[in-house]
T-cell receptor, first 114, second 117 residues
């Protein structure tokens, strides 16, 4: 069974540009969540999607957005990039059950803003 | 609000020694608790999780953790460290009442484990 797949793995963008990151969840998983990881702030929750609907959102500015498609694949977008947006962006997927869902993480997308 | 505190940002042990990584949580409801490991330039891999089925949870690679409600702790242990255990370890908590979804995890700051030969 394939794991969570994120593309691209590495990218460099210029301040002010926008970026779109893609995530394919594990087959059968309907929930996708996104996290930002930086040395200073650690791992922070961005948002979660289930059945194409955003269920929860972390404390990030509106420049950070996401969406989920009918096949559960998800994208996140960051507009007007700032230097501080340089980070590892992790996507995670989980099944939708009531038994302490396990969240499975992808390898991440390394974003460098210059 | 939920929170997780990992005591010690860096822990160093000798190969073969006991590994103990500390995690304390704060939650107003019985939580789900997780330990994840991150190797350099990789994503997070689940080591183990607590969902109230048993207070002593066994995970992969010989790791285990014990849920202690009275101490609000969920420390991670391994009897004998191996060089391959060198990585960063994250404790995380999820709100059990949040509609069954664990998409939103609150992570600790992480503990980097070094293993000396």
């Amino acid at each position: 069974k394939a794991g969570v797949t994120q593309t691209p793995r590495y990218l460099i963008k210029t301040r002010g540009q926008q970026v779109t990151l893609s995530c394919s969840p594990i087959s059968g998983h309907r929930s996708v969540s996104w996290y930002q990881q930086t040395p200073g702030q650690g791992l922070q929750f961005l948002f979660e999607y289930f059945s194409e609907t955003q269920r929860n959102k972390g404390n990030f500015p509106g420049r950070f957005s996401g969406r989920q498609f009918s096949n559960s694949r998800s994208e996140m977008n960051v507009s007007t990039l700032e230097l501080g947006d340089s980070a590892l962006y992790l996507c995670a997927s989980s099944p939708w059950t009531d038994d302490g869902n396990t969240i499975y993480f992808g390898e991440g997308s390394w974003l460098t803003v210059v | 609000a939920q929170s997780v505190t990992q005591l010690g940002s860096h822990v160093s042990v000798s190969e073969g020694a006991l590994v103990l990584l500390r995690c304390n949580y704060s939650s107003s409801v019985p939580p789900y608790l997780f330990w994840y490991v991150q190797y350099p330039n990789q994503g997070l891999q689940l080591l183990l999780k607590y969902t109230s089925a048993a207070t002593l949870v066994k995970g992969i690679n010989g790791f285990e953790a014990e849920f202690k409600k009275s101490e609000t702790s969920f420390h991670l242990t391994k009897p004998s460290a191996h060089m391959s255990d060198a990585a960063e370890y994250f404790c995380a908590v999820s709100d059990r009442d949040y509609g069954g979804s664990q998409g939103n995890l609150i992570f600790g700051k992480g503990t980097k484990l070094s293993v000396k030969p």
